[in-house]
């Protein structure tokens, strides 16, 4: 009974964040296709240094082309999964501006996931968009199976789901901590490092590509490339959604107690 | 001059008191950004070595000249982010709630106090690492005695063209309405910075090395320490540098012509 409500107002917050988007095209521009343009010249260009360099057909398996491949897709992934809308969390706590939903009949959580899936959802329209136009003058090589795609996206979404409860926790520090972007910033450091959004990660030696694999961050970049690019069986994919939903789950019980007890500190005026 | 030098000084010497008061007011951010910076150096130094597990060679560089290289855009860095990053943030806020408008009634210039008003203590720890690694492989590659010497000017003279050009871009911000865009590509550019220019395309190492000069930032200086490049090179860094400080004065006018408080 609870549900159509809470989906229109989802639908209203979603509307407004694009609307956002719209009214600062310039900073929209600077903030998303900047950093595309400069992530793929300089992944192009180091990467057909490093092949034409040293004559290498292959480099760990993967020639040049399917490094390009693999390095559009995590871009493809990145901006599907990685979202910034918590950035702003610490912010709401420290200056009292969460008091609002304490009242209103929507919780703080819902309006950011809300926010997220906005964000989540244009994102995915400026990938289609622009690698549609890419694709189809040739500009890039980057075979796409429809049925992948398509079967891939829940999982996308569960991986998107856990950046975003990750970012919620560090977020909902401000409640003891002055400053947290620091502890953000730190593990977006880590993240993109053991992702696998640098390079592969058959790149690390096996011991530590094992101890990787059953931590989170495979799932923000390296996993979801490798479902994209038909690299795993089915049996894989199985395997990483099962990982993947208890950790999920235990993301989700940590960030609500978090939450609850923040919220026994918080006073009205702000932290 | 001496006088004016003297009293800027003396200003800065006060914007030391203060920053310190504040960065340790906050303890554990204090250390938490110190490892933040380690973690950063240590993820751009073993990027590097990964590579390099696969490969010889990448351009005309072996592994350790890379690596000296990597140091000496981290040694940029450390500094950039001690003296500047933090007032680049400031200074779009400040834009935007009319506080600039303090800056402009002061007896002093307008552009030291936006851009030296914030200076971050943490980030001084980490010299040490990033100028122990840019020795480290200095010894590593046996750099001669001249080109030990030649590395304080040339760094000087980076950090400053560095300086120079992100001002340039933050100048942006006085006609925009939002300053994170302006730094997100501020930190973009900083980001193609950190890659010498020789992996680049040639049309792509034109416009970063003349239209807008930051591949000059790490590669220049470096490949003047190897004795790759001749001095020659050093002489059209000066003159670029020269003429961005220029083209700064110019748009520095201009903004603060446009500026129109906190409606700006």
């Known amino acids: ?271 | 001059m001496i006088r004016t030098f003297k009293h800027y000084l003396s200003v800065y010497s006060k914007i030391l008191e203060v920053s310190f008061a504040k960065s340790s007011s906050f303890r554990l951010h204090f250390f938490l950004v110190i490892l933040m910076d380690f973690l950063f150096y240590l993820v751009s130094i073993q990027t590097i070595k990964i590579i390099y597990d696969q490969v010889g060679m990448i351009g005309p560089w072996d592994e350790n000249h890379f690596l000296f290289f990597t140091a000496f855009v981290l040694c940029i860095d450390q500094i950039h982010m001690m003296v500047l990053s933090q007032n680049f943030w400031y200074f779009s806020e400040y834009l935007r709630t009319g506080e600039f408008d303090y800056y402009l009634l002061r007896p002093i210039s307008s552009l030291f106090m936006a851009f030296f008003n914030n200076f971050n203590f943490s980030y001084l720890l980490n010299a040490f690492f990033t100028w122990g690694l840019l020795i480290y492989y200095g010894i590593e590659i046996q750099l001669t005695f001249y080109q030990w010497i030649i590395i304080p000017p040339l760094f000087v003279v980076s950090f400053i063209f560095q300086f120079i050009l992100e001002i340039l871009i933050a100048t942006s911000m006085f006609w925009t309405i939002k300053g994170l865009g302006v730094n997100i590509l501020r930190l973009e550019l900083q980001r193609l910075s950190r890659w010498p220019d020789f992996i680049f395309a040639r049309y792509f190492k034109f416009v970063f090395t003349f239209a807008f000069p930051v591949l000059l930032i790490g590669s220049t200086p470096v490949k003047i320490i190897f004795q790759e490049a001749n001095f020659s090179i050093y002489l059209l860094f000066l003159l670029l540098l020269s003429c961005f400080s220029a083209l700064l004065y110019f748009f520095w006018k201009k903004g603060i012509r446009q500026y129109d408080s906190a409606s700006s």
């Not at chain 1, 856990?162 to 909902?172: D, E, L, P, R």
């Not at chain 1, 094992?210 to 490339?225: A, T």
């Open chain 1, 1 to 271: 009974m609870k549900f159509y409500p809470r989906l229109s107002q989802a639908n209203e917050i979603i509307k407004m964040t694009w609307h956002e988007f719209f009214a600062y095209r310039v900073d929209f521009f600077l903030k998303s296709i900047i950093p595309i343009i400069v992530f793929f010249l300089v992944k192009y260009f180091l990467w057909l240094n490093i092949y034409t360099g040293n004559g290498n057909e292959l480099i760990k398996g993967m020639s040049f082309q399917e490094m390009m491949q693999y390095h559009l897709w995590v871009l493809a992934t990145s901006l599907v999964i990685l979202g910034t809308n918590s950035f702003n969390m610490a912010q709401d706590i420290r200056f009292g501006k969460i008091t609002p939903f304490l009242l209103y009949p929507m919780p703080y959580a819902f309006h950011q996931m809300a926010v997220f899936i906005g964000q989540t959802i244009f994102h995915f329209f400026v990938i289609f968009i622009s690698f549609s136009f890419l694709i189809g003058f040739n500009l890039i090589d980057l075979p796409v199976d429809t049925i992948t795609l398509i079967l891939s996206i829940p999982y996308l979404l569960l991986c998107a789901t856990m950046w975003f409860i990750i970012q919620f926790i560090f977020g909902a520090a401000a409640f003891w901590m002055e400053e947290t972007w620091v502890l953000r910033i730190m593990f977006i450091i880590v993240a993109e490092f053991l992702s696998g959004k640098i390079f592969p990660l058959t790149f690390f030696p096996q011991f530590f590509q094992n101890l990787i694999y059953h931590l989170p961050f495979p799932h923000f970049s390296y996993f979801p490339v490798m479902v994209l690019m038909q690299k795993i069986s089915f049996t894989d994919l199985s395997n990483y959604l099962v990982s993947l939903s208890w950790q999920l789950i235990v993301l989700i019980l940590i960030a609500s107690k978090i939450w609850r007890k923040g919220i026994n500190n918080y006073t009205a005026a702000g932290m």
